[in-house]
């Protein structure tokens, strides 16, 4: 196309930029099964995923060479509305497993001190457990197949849970081995940010820069900023099929 040409826009739905009322009625669970008409709305919204938003601190970014040494998880849940909200958290410290390295800079950033006697660090087996139990009792008690992890760079957390759960055997995972959803890209498209301080701030939440760096707070955050955009998307769409309706 020529500079300064300017293309004929099309009308809504044909192609272009502009976002279609969602489809609210679409059941079609993982890989393509069907959800029972009476799921949980949960269930329904996310094809069958729960979502979980998780943060990992470790002693460095390799996660089959530095070692997990903090996991908090929380649940999404879902009010009679439609609308996202975070649900209980749960959180548990994790001793270092043998043989791998915690670079020192890593410490100074999340201040963890990994001989503070309240620290109650548990192996890696036992923490995966105090992770997964809730997890897995959240997703059926929202009729769902799976979770799926939620995160800001939710890869990284990601890597070191499937590290973990690949050392020590884990057989019960409740998560999808690669599937996530990441709050670095939905807090770009919803506020143009995709700094967790910056975004949480755009989105008109609060945040301590004293607290960062502890997972409890960054997951607790992240699952704030998860909802918000969720939620901020319902309004639009909820807006978009009223304005249908009327037409």
Known sequence: MARGA??????????DCYPRAMDTHDEQG???????????????????FLPVVVDVETGGFESARH??????????EMDDEGFLFPGETVSVHVEPAPGLDIDPKS???????????????????????????????AAKRNGCQRAILVG?????????LNAAIAR???KRSPFH???TMDTVTLAALAYGQTVLAKACQAAGLPWDGNEAHSAVYDTERTAQ?????MNRWKQFNDLDLLRAAQD
């Open 168 to 170: 020590v055997g884990h």
């Open 67 to 76: 070692a997990l040494l903090e996991i908090a998880a929380v649940p999404i």
């Open 152 to 160: 800001h760079n939710a890869h990284f957390d990601l890597g070191f």
């Open 177 to 179: 081995p690669f599937s």
């Open 6 to 15: 300017r293309r004929k826009r099309t009308g809504r739905g044909d192609g």
């Open 107 to 137: 410490l100074e950033i999340t201040g963890i001190q990994l001989d503070h006697p309240f620290r109650d660090a548990q192996p890696e087996k036992i923490a995966l457990d105090r992770i997964f139990t809730p997890v897995r009792a």
């Open 225 to 229: 900023l998860f909802c918000a955009v």
């Open 30 to 48: 993982p890989r393509g099964a069907t959800a029972a008409p009476d799921a949980p709305p949960m269930a329904l919204r996310f094809r069958g």
